[in-house]
């Protein structure tokens, strides 16, 4: 699930994860966050590891994974070219008599209704040529706009399609959570807080390798083995999170108009009742800051 916020704009972020914002057993001891984490605030910075400077920018290329394939495309557009194509035919190869799910998505440039259109159009488009293989297949299409988007960018101008076995078990495929958190760069993120517990573990490697702007402050919600300035590398998922009190604690340090970037699965030590979830939506509020979340 990805939701955003805009200054002066009231989304229902907390709201619509309260329902995953279950405690985790044997942690009802303690009513105070700090006294549950052995890091300061549950909240600790860490240094990225250096990555080679970047060259000029390079519209992504198509994802093709065993049970789902992700086809880009230009800036307005919802047709196919010959790349496209031909990953269309190497997905189909793996998955021959299967149903599908296909998924249409814009970026943000445009209005909501343009871009819910621009969305139906480039699923309809995918989904014409899987039928077109295919005749005896069952295709569902859909379209997201913006919905998931949070920039202007070409990876959010996208249609997804997923067998209907991936769809159904909602499994993450390898390499999931780097293309959110690139999509967090593309929403210009400034400030990054990770999930460091044991339910990160999965995504860990992605985490490492991916390419943190080097203006970007990042910080893991952990509550033991990580001290103040570690280097990325060298700290590993464990224990719980206390990831909404660190989320309360980052706040103090954004300015207006910052984006922060949410990693986690919401699952805090301890739950967050609806009236705290108010304190921190007026919080944001009054900060004039973007929340961008990754809910795995």
Known sequence: MQVRFSPHVTLPLLAALLPFAAPSPGWAGSTNATDRCRVRDCLCPVVPEPRPAEHSRVAPRNVVLP????????????????????????????????????????????????????????????????????????IRTSSLGEQSASAHHEYYRKVEVLTSRAAASGRRPPGWMSAR????????????????????????ADVLSFSFPSSSRVRLSIMSGCSSGQSLATVSPQSGTEIWYSYWRIL?????????????????????????????????????????VIHY
């Open 67 to 138: 049970d789902r394939v992700i086809i880009y495309f230009d800036e307005d557009q919802s047709n196919l070219d010959s790349k496209d194509i031909a990953d269309l035919n190497q997905f189909l190869s793996r998955n021959p008599n299967s149903s599908y799910q296909v998924t249409g998505h814009a970026d943000v440039c445009g209005n909501p209704d343009y871009n819910l259109r621009l969305g139906t159009e480039r699923a309809e488009t995918v989904a014409e040529y899987l039928q077109g293989r295919n005749p005896n297949s069952s």
């Open 252 to 292: 103090d340090d954004m300015r207006p108009g910052q984006t922060l970037c949410i990693a986690s699965d919401f699952q805090s030590n301890v739950a967050l009742s609806s009236r705290e979830a108010a304190v921190i939506e007026q919080k944001v509020r009054e900060k004039q800051v973007r929340v961008v």
């Open 181 to 204: 958190l690139q999509e967090c760069r593309a929403a210009g993120a400034d400030f990054y807080l990770l999930d460091g517990s044991g339910s990160m573990a999965p995504y860990w």
